[in-house]
Nanobody, 122 residues
Framework: QVQLVESGGGLEQAGGSLRLSCAAS????????MGWFRQAPGKEREFVAA????????HYADSVKDRFTISKVNAKNTVYLQMHSLKPEDTAVYYC???????????????WGQGTQVTVSS
């Protein structure tokens, strides 16, 4: 069963913006913390941002603080990653993740989507 589906990736110039979406089931969206990770070619997957099930807590990697914002829209069962001031080093496949515990999704446990490609050119 596919419970997390990412979309919104694409090609953008440095300094530009993209918004990624992660669609989840109602059960997952309402009860699980959710987050974003990314994996660049030849590198391991790394944490980007996470949000609690209630939306009341968020955590960001230092590399994206003040540039990326994670949010959730209850009516759409969707978590977003708004990315501004994109840099070439942001190029990666971005994955959505979900876990019952906020600490666990930050750590990278739980369920994963299939990913969406983000490419930032200079």
């Amino acid at each position: 069963q596919v419970q997390l589906v990412e979309s919104g990736g694409g090609l953008e110039q440095a300094g530009g913006s993209l918004r990624l979406s992660c669609a989840a089931s109602r059960h997952i969206f309402s009860n699980y913390a959710m987050g974003w990770f990314r994996q660049a070619p030849g590198k391991e997957r790394e944490f980007v941002a996470a949000i609690s099930a209630s939306g009341g807590s968020a955590h960001y990697a230092d590399s994206v603080k003040d540039r990326f914002t994670i949010s959730k829209v209850n009516a759409k069962n969707t978590v977003y990653l708004q990315m501004h001031s994109l840099k070439p080093e942001d190029t990666a496949v971005y994955y959505c993740a979900a876990d019952p515990r906020f600490s666990s999704v930050v750590a990278g446990f739980g369920s994963w989507g299939q990913g969406t490609q983000v490419t930032v050119s200079s």
